[in-house]
């Protein structure tokens, strides 16, 4: 069954260093979407992703985050200089369309130290 | 914007039904949505409905609906322990396509 990837499972960085996660999608999906998960917390959406442009991003997608779609398989989330808060599990999904059934990948757990 | 609540915590015995509640506040919304959350694990869709539906049964899990209350249950026949997970029920934000989570109820199986 088709089902949505990501990497590094695990990525433990300095604060101030850039992170990029990487997430490839179920092949045929449409919309493409980042949450996040401080733990212990709810998970949170950030953005989204359509037609090559974002579709809508949440208060706390702020200028240090930017998404990507750099081919026609990967979907990135970059943080440019990370800070301690940033530490939490981020999430990629993916839908064939509006509010289909979102797929969910097994998520990256960044820690910023 | 929606707002999702759930109950935080349930403890059962083995074998014994779980029931997990979650309310929200946007009446528009289309999708209901059931997630499980292993321990370190990712997000698993268990299960979802659709706004002009009641009640769906998948195997062990029944969901319910109420729409004039707002309010979605989740109940587990034979809970057994590996149903011990975090339960998120969640829903397609009508003014957008994002999905707002609740808190998420931490389902625990007593032996």
């Known amino acids: 069954e088709p089902e949505v990837t990501q990497t590094p499972s695990h990525q433990v960085t300095q604060m101030g260093q850039e992170v990029i996660l990487r997430c490839v999608p179920i092949?045929?999906?449409?919309?493409f979407y980042w949450y996040r998960q401080i733990l212990g917390q709810k998970v949170e959406f950030l953005v989204s992703?359509?037609?090559?442009?974002?579709?809508?991003k949440s208060e706390i997608f702020d200028d240090q985050f930017s998404v990507e779609r750099p081919d026609g398989s990967n979907f990135t989330l970059k943080i440019r200089s990370t800070k301690l808060e940033d530490s939490a599990m981020y999430f990629c999904?993916?839908?064939?369309?509006?509010?289909?059934?979102?797929?969910f990948g097994p998520g990256t757990r960044l820690l910023v130290l | 914007g929606e707002d999702v609540e759930q109950s935080l915590f349930l403890s059962v015995r083995e074998g014994d039904s779980s029931v997990i509640n979650c309310t929200y506040t946007?009446?528009?919304?289309?999708?209901l949505y059931w997630y499980k959350q292993e321990p370190g694990a990712g997000l698993q869709l268990l299960t979802y409905i659709f706004s002009n539906m009641d009640m769906k049964q998948d195997q062990r899990l029944t969901v319910l609906l109420n729409k004039k209350d707002k309010h979605l249950s989740l109940r587990i026949a034979d809970t057994q322990t590996g149903d011990s997970a975090i339960y998120f029920c969640a829903v397609v934000d009508n003014y957008g396509q994002n999905f707002v989570f609740g808190p998420g109820t931490r389902l625990s199986v007593l032996p």
């Open positions: 992703f359509y037609n090559n442009e974002i579709s809508e």
């Open positions: 092949s045929n999906h449409l919309y």
């Open positions: 999904a993916s839908n064939g369309g509006g509010r289909e059934t979102q797929y």
């Open positions: 946007d009446s528009s919304s289309t999708y």
